[in-house]
Every structure is written in C-alpha cells, then in structure tokens.
C-alpha cells in the first residue's frame, strides 16, 4: 500500500532525527559537565536547547510507535474479543485515537499561534519559542495519519499483529 510506503520513509527520516537528538543531547550534556566541572563555567543555552531536544524525542518517537499500534493504551476489552470482533474493536480504538490525534493538531495550532502572538523570546537560544514548538502540530499530524492508516489497514485485514519498529522487533 502507497500510505504505508510513505509511513515507512517518514520513519526512517524520524528515526534519524531521533538518533541525531539523542547523539545531540548526550555530547552537549558533556560538554556541559566537563565545562562546569573543570573550568567552572557554563555555556547556557545548552541546557535549553536540550530540554527542549528530550521533548522533541518523546513526542516524535510517539508517531514512530503510532504507525504499528504499539502506542501506550489501556486495553481491558480486547482480552475478551477473538477473529472479526476483535478487528472491529480495533478499527474503534485506531478511529478514536485517530480523531483525538486531530483533536490535538487543532489544540498545537492554536498554542503555537498563540506563543507567536505573545512573542516570547528563549532567553538563552534567542529565538521566538514559538519556533521550537512548531514541531508539536507537524508530529500530531503524522500520529493523526498512521492511526487513520491503521484504521484502513485493519479494516482491510492486512495489518500484521507483530510488526517491527525501527530495528527491533515487538
């Protein structure tokens, strides 16, 4: 299916974007360490740019588990649904979070649109904040699309019950 083709290159692009960040975060974390430890000062936009940077891991390593349903969920009923009627509550569970992935692009927008009006400034990194929050309605968009591409390929019947996410299997 073409969807799950782009699913699985906007995949790869996150997981590099994830490692970047994570490679990011830990150099500049020592960096830092070493600077305050051994010459007693520090160069403060890192500590900034890498609480921003453990936001933008969590929340882009949540679409990259949205794309094979592995997400956090609570799921009490489906340990009493077998074959069809288990498909069926998981096309609802797939709709509703799909739908409330929606919900929150909406919401993203109109915080990010709001952040922008309001013109603060990071004082460390120097640039409005807005620009660092402009992820949040790009990365609920891609949830929004792998739910409701959940929801085609389940109802389609093609969607496997073990996947693989990134090089690990679940």
């Known amino acids: 299916m ?3 083709k782009i699913s699985n290159i906007i995949e790869k692009i996150e997981n590099f974007i994830v490692f970047l960040l994570v490679i990011s975060m830990i150099i500049l ?3 830092q360490i070493m600077l305050r430890n051994l010459f007693a000062i520090s160069i ?3 500590d900034d740019l890498t ?3 453990v936001i933008w891991v969590g929340f882009i ?3 990259i588990v949205s794309a094979y349903g592995k997400h956090i969920n609570i799921d009490i009923l489906s340990r009493f649904f077998r074959g069809k009627s288990r498909r069926g509550l998981d096309v ?3 709709f509703v979070s799909a739908i409330i992935s929606a919900i929150l692009v909406y919401a993203s927008i109109k915080f990010v649109m709001y952040e922008k009006e309001g ?7 120097k640039i409005p904040v807005w620009y660092l929050e402009l992820f949040f309605p790009v990365v609920f968009s891609l949830t929004t699309f792998r739910f409701i591409l959940l929801v085609v390929e389940t109802i389609r019947g093609v969607r496997k019950e073990e996947e693989k996410v ?5």
């Open 2 to 4: 073409i969807l799950r």
């Open 29 to 31: 974390s020592f960096v």
């Open 44 to 46: 403060f936009w890192i």
């Open 51 to 53: 609480r921003h940077a």
């Open 61 to 63: 390593s949540m679409s």
């Open 92 to 94: 609802f569970r797939y």
């Open 119 to 125: 013109g603060d400034v990071s004082l460390t990194l």
């Open 166 to 170: 990134g090089d690990f299997a679940i």
